[in-house]
């Protein structure tokens, strides 16, 4: 098996590698018709600029209180033989990577912590690789120390198995620290197990144009991924709703789908296929949003989410790109921005969908934008234009 695996793999991992390791202080373990079966698996997102996104995972804890600190009573602590680095973008559509099973105690769990391998002297545990750059160390000093807090609530019943995914969105989780440094804000949440979804297909001609697409409740992301070699793509274990799905590259105007009803758990909706593969035919040329978002009070573990929205006269409101501030001086940069007008349509079940270019406010050329960080109050700049020239000076200032 490849050795590269994402977090949640790597926490399925270490819980069925590591059964042996509990937090009961060596006492016997209990009655077998007191145990349950917990399997782990790990899922991603694709990350923006970067070809990799390294992790060494050294141990798993799983707690039954939400609220357990690190040095409380009543942890399970799995433990990899040894470290295991993990390439975190090597899982999108769909895939995921069994880390195995073990033994558990039945009943509800809350919490799990995936603990790091720290960067010790020139060695890069933890790394990323921007693209055509060269591998630089990622900074995880609070996963190393009391490892990734994911809070999740799922029960592992006497003699019965649970298989818990774990999804980590690269993109959201890498920040810059400048100096050209990085740090690890984790992004991570817990998926539903069965493949569900919207799936479809993209011309193999726009493979090499930076395609990602997305799905999108209210203009907030909820998946995302990158079409694969041959031009299908997944969008995989959603909750039951309706979304929009938006597709971007680095030459063309956007592509939105709307209202796309996922209403099965355990089945895909396509919006195009292999046979009838989304064409991306309205070029566009691109603009950019250039700015300073602050936090005040300052913080040294979180940094502002910016992102440049559309609303198609119409239909839903999109995000067609975000990035993340830099941690250290709040420096963001949302590139890649079509100057055209999004090509829409309404979700059909006959295809192939019909596009049009779609009204938008503020406005063809023109962004709304959104800042957020955890713990501060979002703000928004409404109407940033950009038919005459990038922008630049966007700026804010969040407060608690």
Same mark, same amino acid.
């Given at each position: 098996?490849?050795?590269?695996?994402?977090?949640?793999?790597?926490?399925?991992?270490?819980?069925?590698?590591?059964?042996?390791?509990?937090?009961?202080?060596?006492?016997?373990?209990?009655?077998?018709?007191?145990?349950?079966?917990?399997?782990?698996?790990?899922?991603?997102?694709?990350?923006?600029?970067?070809?990799?996104?390294?992790?060494?995972?050294?141990?798993?804890?799983?707690?039954?209180?939400?609220?357990?600190?690190?040095?409380?009573?009543?942890?399970?602590?799995?433990?990899?033989?040894?470290?295991?680095?993990?390439?975190?973008?090597?899982?999108?559509?769909?895939?995921?990577?069994?880390?195995?099973?073990?033994?558990?105690?039945?009943?509800?769990?809350?919490?799990?912590?995936?603990?790091?391998?720290?960067?010790?002297?020139?060695?890069?545990?933890?790394?990323?690789?921007?693209?055509?750059?060269?591998?630089?160390?990622?900074?995880?000093?609070?996963?190393?120390?009391?490892?990734?807090?994911?809070?999740?609530?799922?029960?592992?019943?006497?003699?019965?198995?649970?298989?818990?995914?774990?999804?980590?969105?690269?993109?959201?989780?890498?920040?810059?620290?400048?100096?050209?440094?990085?740090?690890?804000?984790?992004?991570?949440?817990?998926?539903?197990?069965?493949?569900?979804?919207?799936?479809?297909?993209?011309?193999?001609?726009?493979?090499?144009?930076?395609?990602?697409?997305?799905?999108?409740?209210?203009?907030?992301?909820?998946?995302?991924?990158?079409?694969?070699?041959?031009?299908?793509?997944?969008?995989?274990?959603?909750?039951?709703?309706?979304?929009?799905?938006?597709?971007?590259?680095?030459?063309?105007?956007?592509?939105?789908?709307?209202?796309?009803?996922?209403?099965?758990?355990?089945?895909?909706?396509?919006?195009?296929?292999?046979?009838?593969?989304?064409?991306?035919?309205?070029?566009?040329?691109?603009?950019?949003?250039?700015?300073?978002?602050?936090?005040?009070? *300052?913080? +040294?573990?979180?940094?502002?989410? @910016? /992102?440049?929205?559309? &609303?198609?006269?119409?239909?839903? !409101?999109? #995000?067609?790109?975000?990035?993340?501030?830099?941690?250290?001086?709040?420096?963001?940069?949302?590139?890649?921005?079509?100057?055209?007008?999004?090509?829409?349509?309404?979700?059909?079940?006959?295809?192939?969908?019909?596009?049009?270019?779609?009204?938008?406010?503020?406005?063809?050329?023109?962004?709304?934008?959104?800042?957020?960080?955890?713990?501060?109050? *979002?703000? +928004?700049?409404?109407?940033?234009? @950009? /038919?005459?020239?990038? &922008?630049?000076?966007?700026?804010? !200032?969040? #407060?608690?």
């Amino acid at each position: 098996m490849n050795p590269k695996v994402s977090l949640l793999p790597l926490i399925s991992s270490a819980l069925l590698l590591a059964a042996c390791g509990g937090g009961g202080g060596g006492a016997s373990p209990p009655p077998a018709q007191t145990m349950g079966t917990l399997g782990v698996s790990l899922t991603d997102a694709p990350a923006c600029g970067f070809d990799a996104v390294n992790v060494t995972v050294s141990k798993v804890r799983v707690h039954q209180s939400a609220a357990a600190g690190e040095n409380d009573s009543g942890w399970t602590d799995l433990t990899l033989p040894a470290g295991r680095k993990i390439n975190l973008l090597s899982l999108t559509n769909g895939v995921m990577e069994s880390l195995g099973q073990t033994s558990l105690t039945a009943g509800t769990y809350s919490q799990v912590r995936l603990v790091l391998d720290p960067n010790t002297g020139n060695g890069m545990a933890n790394s990323v690789l921007p693209t055509g750059g060269s591998e630089t160390a990622l900074d995880t000093p609070s996963a190393v120390q009391s490892g990734i807090k994911m809070n999740a609530n799922f029960t592992v019943e006497a003699g019965q198995r649970y298989d818990l995914v774990l999804d980590f969105d690269a993109c959201k989780s890498i920040v810059t620290k400048g100096n050209g440094r990085y740090a690890l804000k984790p992004v991570v949440k817990v998926i539903p197990t069965a493949m569900n979804g919207i799936s479809g297909a993209l011309e193999t001609a726009a493979l090499a144009d930076g395609v990602t697409i997305s799905a999108q409740q209210g203009g907030n992301v909820i998946a995302s991924t990158v079409p694969t070699s041959t031009g299908d793509f997944a969008l995989t274990r959603l909750p039951v709703g309706n979304y929009d799905v938006v597709v971007t590259s680095n030459t063309h105007a956007a592509y939105v789908v709307g209202g796309v009803p996922v209403t099965s758990t355990s089945a895909m909706v396509p919006i195009s296929t292999l046979q009838a593969p989304l064409k991306l035919t309205a070029l566009s040329a691109m603009g950019s949003i250039q700015g300073v978002a602050q936090l005040t009070p *300052a913080s +040294s573990t979180e940094s502002a989410l @910016l /992102s440049a929205k559309q &609303a198609i006269t119409g239909g839903p !409101t999109v #995000t067609i790109r975000y990035a993340g501030a830099d941690l250290a001086s709040g420096a963001y940069t949302i590139g890649k921005l079509p100057l055209a007008a999004p090509q829409y349509s309404a979700y059909s079940a006959t295809q192939p969908l019909v596009f049009a270019a779609a009204g938008t406010v503020p406005g063809t050329a023109k962004y709304q934008v959104d800042a957020t960080a955890t713990g501060y109050a *979002a703000k +928004s700049i409404p109407a940033v234009d @950009l /038919s005459l020239a990038n &922008a630049t000076g966007v700026n804010f !200032t969040l #407060t608690p």
